[in-house]
């Protein structure tokens, strides 16, 4: 733009503003006012990680209509630790779910499953321990049900008995063994339920070593969703559970976790921090402010129009995204650093020339005129820079940029609006002026000055610097375990730790979807793949070992069982009885239950004994008949569990057909990593594990595959919006300077801002993550906004000492970098690691970049006179 109509726009913008001061403000807080309850009203915040991913990529769309198929893909996952024999535990896990269950906004909440909801052959895919005790247990039970009567059946079962009577997983199979026959000694109604320990019997959710039982919690979200809603529902599970622990066992160690769980406690912490990041940032800015201006006016009036200007913002998030993320949730505190500058330069002009002027108008329009071609240009380029991630596939990002650079724009708009009406009201601005404190060109150049005099050493010593800079710079990679982003000490993050150490749970699975009629051999190929621990889900109906467990069944099958032949059935049960009872009180000890057995025992053939023969005939008759039909009714069923072949996807309980088996009717094969000390998520095992598995089945999903697109995405969208913005700033700066000299200076803070923070982050061993990532257009659009403002002055005042830092020039973009630097220093307040990295890389790559335009550029400004005399 010619330089005379930009002078006269920038002029008439200044004196249009300062003609109707009181109109300005009320438009402005007219427009502040819509914007904030727009933001109440309508601003959403989203926690779901796929939410940052465009849904036209073929890995995300696949994970999409995977959530769509299978409705328990985001179930919380509680967690109780303890032994896997203590049977409290269990207990415990069975009672928070039936509390849970009670609860409306809970759809379903599953502890484990009774035998009797699974099919009769599902004991053969148990894990080995179960597996060899059920076959003993079906063996036995074999030889009980052929008794002919149950004297035959109690002499058969006592021989398995001797020395285990009194343990009290024993007794309690034992007592409901011979309690119908001692009901039948005392001629009571008798009937022998001989399968009623296959249908108590309860299997837990458990994990591989049985250490850790979960209860899966299914949440009713068709009414509510988003951040607030997955929020509360996580609330409410913890509350509910820690009651029901506390009135039973409240020793024991429990935990939440889960995708949803970790998005949400990740998502509410990283707006925890941010909102007290942006308050500290706002008081901290603002005391700043009261230091350098020395009185409480000046900082109210730029604190109030940096308000205006961060309204502003929040209506164009509602208007432009509609929600914030993960990503983007920090844009407040990054905009009040950025927002502030804008008046600092006003302000450190103003300080300079008010003195050659009468009228503020004047006065401000000058400045309007000094300055505003540098804060046009820089804010430009800034909003460019974030623009530019916009044009990027990865959607997290280019949300991040949108808002980011509309906002910069609209602080620009309102604090070049607001600021000067609201110091034209306020009436006796020059004095107010006149207490800002100044820095002397003199002062300045007793500071940094040395470059000035010593251009050319000050440009070697720069460029070796950055040259053992890129070593160090080489070493940074990208990691790609978001767990190390996570607050340390988060519940989620810790539970889920345990989870990936332990078969069965680990929710960084890889998923394939695949038909039942392929799924065997999928299986198979998965099992062979280096890196895959095991494959559970639908994976668990073909156990590795399938063919060793029929032949271990079918040689069970071929030995027939044998009956007991008694000469007298009556003398024989009695006897065994008594026998029974004496053991009980042997070794039982204290145990109440097996003393109150024997006692029973006892009293029970006392009252056979005192009826004459033909009654204990007539008994002996009845419990023989009970004993028949139990026994046909145990028959059947270990002829159905003992059939030969592996159980079907009928077989499985509905908590494991939901979870498993989709809507469009495909199965779901969960491929464990191998346990090993890293995460899976480590770079080290993540690309290699995932592109393993690519090997047998190309369209693996879940969290490992969107972890590892979403890396090698945002990495790619961050490099391409760096060139981007490259691209655009650099042609704006050629529009404004009209010199590819001047171009080129102004944007050398960028570089040597770049080569510095990551040959920083080299050398402390930081690397790269999801969070600090953003790093690059912020860099971009900061350095070149201050290099702007250098280039300027010296154009202006080419003889100057220091060369574009006279003239107030150095004190605002060392006041404006200060600003910027507190805006992102106020991050290290935060508790999510990523958050905090990114507050870290900033700041130091802010300190670098200001050093750069003190000290680098000066001196390049100071040989600029021989390459274009």
Known sequence: MPQSLRSRLLESWARGVLRRPRLTILLCLGVAGVSAALAIARLELHSDRSDLVSGELDWSRRYADYRHDFSRWDDLVLCFEGD???????????????????????????????????????????????????L??????????????????????????????????????????????????????????????????????????????TVLVHMDRTTVGGIEAVGEDLALVRRITAEVVQNTAPETVWGATGLPALEADETTQAIEDSTAASIIAFLLVTLMMLLVFKRLTLPLLAAGSLLVGMAWSFGWVVLSVGHLQLLSVVFSAILIGLGIDFVLHLLARLRVIHTEYDSLPDAMARCFRDVGP?????????????????????????????????????????????????????????????????????????????????PVLALCITALAMAALLVPMSRVSY?????????????????????????????????????????????????????????????????????????????????APTPVELTDPQDRLTTTLELIATGLRTRGGNEPQAAALANDITQSIASWKSVDDSI?????EAMTHAWETGAVQLQTTV?????????????????????????????????EPLPDENSILEPTRLATFVESIRTVAPDVLGPPVQILESSRLITAAYQMAALYALIAVTVILLLDFRSIIDAALAITPVFIGFIGVFGVMGLVGMQVNFANLMVLPLIFGIGVDAGVHVVHRWRKQPDGIPAGLIGGTGQAITLTMCTTIIGFGSLLIAEHQGIRSLSIVMVTGLGITWLACMLVLPAALRLRPRFNP
């Open 639 to 671: 002829e159905r569990a003992m059939a030969p072949g592996m159980p079907g996807p009928d077989a499985l309980p509905p908590v494991l057909q939901e979870s498993w088996i989709g809507a469009d009717g495909q199965w779901l094969l969960r491929v």
């Open 136 to 213: 003993n247990w079906f063996k036995h039970a074999r030889d009980v049900a052929v008794q002919p009567g149950p004297a035959e059946a109690l002499t058969n079962f006592a021989a398995t008995l001797t020395g285990f009577e009194h343990q009290t997983s024993v007794l309690e199979g034992l007592d409901t063994f011979i309690r119908p026959m001692l009901n039948g000694l005392q001629g009571q109604a008798t009937r022998f339920d001989l399968v009623a320990p296959i249908k108590d019997t309860w299997q837990s959710l458990a994990t591989g070593s049985g250490s850790i039982r």
């Open 374 to 454: 540098g804060l046009i240009t820089g804010a430009t380029t800034t909003a460019l820079a974030f623009a530019a991630t916009a044009l990027t596939d990865f959607k997290g990002v280019a949300e991040m940029g949108v808002i980011a650079g509309g906002g910069v724009m609209l602080l620009l708009i309102a604090m070049l609006c607001v600021f000067p009406a609201a110091l034209a009201i306020g009436g006796r601005w020059r004095q107010r002026i006149e207490r800002v404190r100044v820095w002397n060109d003199d002062s300045l150049l007793r500071v940094v000055g040395w470059p000035n005099r010593r």
């Open 84 to 134: 896997p024999h203590d049977f409290r535990v269990d207990d415990l896990a069975r009672r928070v779910a039936e509390r849970l269950e009670s609860e409306e906004r809970v759809a379903s909440a599953d502890a484990g499953f009774f035998a009797t909801d699974a099919g009769p052959r599902m004991w053969k895919v148990a894990g080995e321990d179960e597996f060899e005790q059920a």
């Open 479 to 559: 990691d790609t375990n978001i767990l190390n982003l996570q607050p340390k000490g988060l519940e989620s993050v810790q539970w889920q730790h345990k989870l990936e150490h332990d078969a069965g749970a680990n929710i960084w699975s890889g998923l394939v979807l695949t038909t039942p009629t392929d799924a065997a051999n999928m299986i198979e190929s998965l099992r062979n793949v280096p890196g895959v621990g095991g494959v559970s889900g639908m994976g668990m109906l073909f156990p590795p070992d399938a063919t060793q467990r029929e032949l271990r069944l079918k040689h069970v099958r071929e030995q």
């Open 616 to 620: 204990r005939t007539d008994r002996m």
